[in-house]
């Protein structure tokens, strides 16, 4: 995945991605079979009401972004078959990979210290999930 | 006060039309008659090119002969005394700038002239849009409805190529000494044959037309008299004109307008996401829209007047 452009003000997939973007790249985890333009125009248009020509120019950036893949199909008239290249949840990771490794490399001290503040002080549930990644991360160093 | 702001302003506009020469109301005066003239054939786009290549013209002769005359009076030593006998002689730095810009600007005309040739002649598509990737075989079907509306045109059949690529487009260009259309998959997939068509027949009316000549010709114009900036306003108008002259012409191959209309309009809705569109080049023709704003500069006509001339097209 090339790196994305962050929209900080915006929540969710709209974080990293345009607002069609988002709606096209949903609708795509929830479709498991590769899909041509014109069935996938029928299926968005449910969410959106949007015209093929904007679903296929849509669905070429999420491809040159690298987050979707295609196949040419001769048959029946020259056409794409799409598919999403990572489900949602390696999607997320990746997105919070970029940002994090980015932000540790850059400000490394002032980020350790943010999150350790932040989880302790804010947000004892996550505390809880973190030291069960802890604890497993030493179990797996000391063997 | 009053008279001193008209002076300038006639100063000023002498300078749009005629560069750094010297002003002469004659011109300024048929060159105000042949913009109303372009303005009042907006219905006749033929028309509306010979004005303008034709001012283009005039422009050009304009600077030569001044040029030729300015040096001749030089050499015979026989400025006007009331220019001449200046402490900074204007007599001989007007013709001194004159004639470096007249040079300049023919040696870049000259350059711009081979740059061009060579490009239409030399470099194959690939080279010329490292960004694009070009499929080699068409569908079939695609190839057929190329070669009917060539012969229909009466020109010579184009190659056809597809592009691999999801932004709906189609363009034609001069490469490798040979015509060809490219037509992108994301239009193959998201026009319907009839719409399909009538890109192509645009793309076609292009070569019918002769539009890469007059395009070539408007642009060494425009390069010539770089130092005039009423070229750079009118060489995109001639673009434009010829633009939708291909729009009429595709409209007439095909049986009505009605199938160009509903394909421009579909473009039209993802124009503004569209990044691809290899535009400006003197040896590409492209189906794209240009942009509202700065309209007059552009050289792709705004999609939806486009469309709205097609409609009146279909009225009358």
């Known amino acids: ?143 | 006060m009053m008279d001193l702001i008209l002076r300038y302003l006639f100063m000023f506009l002498t300078w749009v039309v005629m560069g750094p020469s010297r002003p002469m109301a004659w011109i300024v005066a048929v060159t105000a008659v042949g913009l109303v003239a372009a303005f009042a054939l907006r219905r006749s786009f033929r028309g509306r090119t010979v004005v303008l290549l034709g001012l283009l013209g005039m422009m050009l002769v304009e600077s030569l002969l001044f040029v030729l005359v300015s040096s001749y009076i030089e050499l015979l030593g026989r400025a006007p005394a009331h220019l001449a006998r200046t402490s900074w002689n204007y007599f001989a730095i007007l013709h001194t700038v004159n004639l470096g810009v007249a040079l300049i600007g023919g040696f870049a005309a000259a350059c711009a002239a081979l740059f061009i040739s060579f490009k239409k002649s030399r470099i194959g598509l690939s080279k010329m849009f490292p960004q694009l990737e070009f499929i080699e075989v068409p569908p079939v079907q695609v190839k057929e409805t190329v070669k009917r509306l060539a012969s229909l045109a009466g020109v010579a059949s184009p190659d056809v190529w597809l592009v691999d690529s999801g932004v709906p487009s189609a363009f034609t260009v001069c490469a490798n000494r040979r015509y060809s259309i490219a037509l992108s998959v994301g239009l193959l997939e998201s026009l319907d044959d009839k719409e399909t068509e009538a890109c192509i027949a645009h793309e076609i009316s292009h070569l019918k037309n002769g539009d890469f000549t007059v395009r070539l010709l408007a642009t060494l114009a425009k390069v010539a008299l770089f130092a005039k900036p009423l070229s750079y306003l009118i060489e995109p108008a001639i673009y434009r004109a010829r633009e939708f002259l291909a729009d009429r012409t595709a409209a007439e191959l095909i049986g009505g307008p009605d199938a160009l209309i509903s394909a421009l309009s579909k473009i039209k809705d993802s124009n503004s996401l569209a990044a691809m569109s290899p535009q400006g080049l003197t040896c590409v023709c492209n189906l794209s829209g240009g942009n509202g704003l700065f309209r007059f500069l552009n050289k792709q006509p705004d999609l939806s007047t486009r469309i709205e001339t097609l409609r009146e097209m279909k009225q009358a």
């Open chain 1, 1 to 143: 995945m090339k790196l994305l452009s962050l929209h900080p003000r915006q929540r969710n997939l709209r974080f990293v991605l345009g607002g069609l973007e988002a709606i096209v790249l949903q609708q795509l985890w929830e479709t498991d079979k590769p899909v041509s333009v014109r069935d996938f125009q029928a299926m968005v248009s449910e969410r959106r009401p949007v015209a093929v020509t904007t679903v296929a120019t849509t669905l070429d950036r999420l491809y040159r972004k690298g987050l979707v893949s295609r196949e040419l199909v001769r048959e029946g008239g020259p056409h794409y078959l799409y598919k999403a290249r990572m489900t949602e949840g390696e999607f997320r990771y990746a997105v919070v990979d970029g940002v994090m490794e980015a932000l540790l490399e850059s400000f490394n001290d002032v980020t350790v210290a943010y999150l350790a503040e932040k989880i302790c002080t804010k947000r004892p549930e996550d505390l809880r999930v973190l030291s069960k990644y802890l604890n497993r991360l030493r179990r797996k160093g000391s063997t």
